[in-house]
């Protein structure tokens, strides 16, 4: 049987930080050309006497972490067990497999449960790999003597070996952990996973296309965001907001949270109800999530940078920010409320963009081209008629929305006291906007020192990487890509064609 390859891209939350956590705020997320790899195949032959077998073979690999893990699943009650790890547990894989299993057996019928039965005995043999953009490769191009470029990342192999952060290691007692970049690498590996295992079980039938515009799978996305919220929720210990793992399944776009009560974690824990019936509630449960098509407009670059000076823990900044809440509700609500109308009129600016790139291609694109070699305010010099003027003003007020929004998350970073945008962060970022061609520059998500992320027009994005290459900031391969999770036909790591794209039957 034919190896199963799917892909889920990583994630940039550019507004909505924060107040995301809570309906009906909206977040601007895009989903990013970094993406997770699951590849699944059978794991041995069946053999003669494998029918009396209770469990499955599980072995997960990952080759840039060098980890091998060793599971057996209880095809009776579907408890996951270790028999070996090199390493520490990946939770996230293995309440993928547990749900992904549990939805296969929760809508089959007893004709199509016999043929999953007997896929199940050969086992299954997970690997997984992560874009480089997904962890931090700092350490290795200084190690080398490189410069601090996207070429020289660019000059490391794919699915390069992953160091781990020994700052972090607490003198040899706990695990270091492995520096990332913030693109949601748990949620995009966790999708990639769910999407692999439902389409290799014949759960969904997922589509190759890599245009998001010419996807007739919207119900198989739908059944692969349920498993991959549930299982990510379950992993992490908490139900989030879910914007990282709705863009891994449907890329890049406008969101809205759903109530977090379709995810009853007690539910899930109660022990006397069979995993595939609770499954089967989840699945059928109210999704009230709201996800509306959102891009860049056109000739908008995304950059990403990496400044390297030590990670943030969003839980943490979140606790902080909750307390706060709490404890001035007045103050927190104004803040919020301002940083609110702000997000909207960042929205509505892009979305006005896009509508003017396509009713007044030629304008737009002249205005894009003028305004990628000057600063924001020699901009309006070029509005030499009523339609460039149009866009120029748009270009403008989306400029003056970002001011705003990063404005209110200082504010609400120093009433809660976590660093949302730390002064070196501010300071970088000011820099940033005041390049030639520079439309927007933010901490993505929610804040801190991890990343930042700046907008530019036209050819502009090569001011940026060497202004940013300058302050020692780290400008990433990362780029918009508006695809979400999908099915690839060959193996990343080879690029060895893989017959996966016909789905297999197992009636």
């Given amino acids: ?43 041995h032959e069946i053999k003669s006497d494998s029918w009396a077998w209770a469990w499955t073979d599980i072995r997960l690999t990952s080759p840039q972490l060098s980890r091998e893990a060793l599971y057996k699943l209880a095809l009776k009650n579907l408890a996951i067990q270790t028999v070996s790890s090199s390493d520490t547990r990946n939770p996230f894989v293995e309440y993928a497999v547990q749900y992904s299993v549990a939805a296969a057996y929760a809508t089959f019928d007893q004709s199509k449960k016999e043929g999953l039965h007997k896929l199940l005995l050969q086992g299954l043999d997970i690997t997984i790999l992560g874009s480089n953009d997904f962890y931090s490769y700092r350490n290795e191009i200084e190690r080398r003597g490189l410069p601090l470029t996207p070429e020289s990342l660019a000059s ?35 999708t990639a996973v769910v999407a692999a295992l439902l389409h290799y079980l014949d759960v969904v039938k997922l589509s190759s296309s890599n245009d998001h515009r010419e996807r007739k799978d919207l119900i198989d996305l739908d059944m692969v965001h349920k498993i991959a919220q549930t299982a990510h929720c379950i992993a992490q210990g908490k139900v989030g907001s879910g914007f990282d793992v709705s863009s891994a399944v449907y890329g890049s776009q406008r969101y809205v949270r759903f109530s977090p009560e379709v995810i009853s974690s007690t539910q ?33 670059t995304l950059l990403l940078g990496e400044p390297g000076t030590g990670g943030s823990s969003t839980p943490s900044m979140v606790g902080a920010v909750k307390k706060w809440q709490k404890s001035d509700p007045q103050k927190s609500l104004n803040t919020w409320r301002r940083l609110s109308e702000a997000n909207s009129a960042l929205e509505m600016q ?83 906007m005041n390049l030639e061609g520079v439309l927007l520059a933010g901490v993505p998500g929610a804040g801190g020192f991890d990343a930042v992320f700046a907008v530019s027009l036209g050819d502009s994005s090569s001011n940026v990487t060497r202004v940013w290459c300058s302050h020692n900031v780290l400008a990433l391969l990362v780029k918009e890509d508006p695809c979400g999770v999908c099915l690839e036909s060959v193996d990343p790591r080879t690029n060895e064609i893989t017959s996966a794209v016909s789905s297999i039957n197992i009636e």
Wanted: net charge negative; aromatic share 6%; charged share 25%.
């Fill in 350 to 432: 892009l979305n006005l963009l896009s509508k003017l790139a396509k009713e007044r291609w030629n304008a737009y694109k002249s205005v894009i081209e003028s305004c990628s070699l000057l600063r924001s305010e020699k901009w309006i010099e070029h509005a030499s008629e009523p339609n460039k003027e149009a866009v120029i003003k748009a270009l403008l007020s989306a400029k003056d929305a970002m001011l705003e929004i990063r404005y209110h998350m200082r504010q609400m970073g120093e009433a809660a006291g976590v660093p949302i945008e730390p002064e070196s962060q501010t300071q970088l970022l000011d820099g940033t």
């Fill in 156 to 190: 490391l192999p794919p699915f390069s070996s992953i160091t781990f952060n020994a700052d972090d290691a607490d003198e040899g007692k706990c695990k270091p952990e492995v520096a990332k970049t913030g693109l949601g690498s748990s949620a995009a590996m966790t």
């Fill in 268 to 300: 899930i824990a109660d022990k006397g109800v069979p995993l595939p019936d609770v499954l089967s509630e989840i699945i059928k449960g109210k999704w009230d999530h709201d996800t509306t098509e959102f891009s860049l407009p056109p000739l908008m």
């Fill in 1 to 43: 049987m034919a190896a199963v390859v799917t892909s889920a891209p990583g994630k940039v939350l550019m507004s909505g930080g924060y107040l995301i956590l809570e309906r009906p705020n909206a977040g601007l997320v895009l989903s990013t050309n970094a993406r997770f790899y699951a590849i699944i195949k059978p794991l």
